[in-house]
């Protein structure tokens, strides 16, 4: 069970949260980072995972995984 609950979860994400499109999203608000500090930047990283899961209907949640998962918050 816990491998179809795993594959129909990649499913999911990858419906409502495209790789390219949510690369290309993020590309749009990765320069809010780039002059942030150290100190700054975690609180910077939760206002875009906000801002894109409004833009693609997810939760907070899902929307960090989806960027952990496409290496995009490392």
Known sequence: INLYNSEADEC???LLM???D???AFR???PRLR???PHE???LV???????????HVSHGAMRIRLEEL???S
């Open 12 to 14: 999911a994400a990858e």
């Open 18 to 20: 495209p790789a390219a």
């Open 22 to 24: 949510v690369r290309a």
């Open 28 to 30: 749009r608000h990765q």
């Open 35 to 37: 002059p942030a500090a």
């Open 41 to 43: 930047r975690d609180s």
């Open 46 to 56: 939760r206002e875009i995972i906000a801002d894109l899961a409004g833009e693609f």
């Open 71 to 73: 290496d995009l918050l």
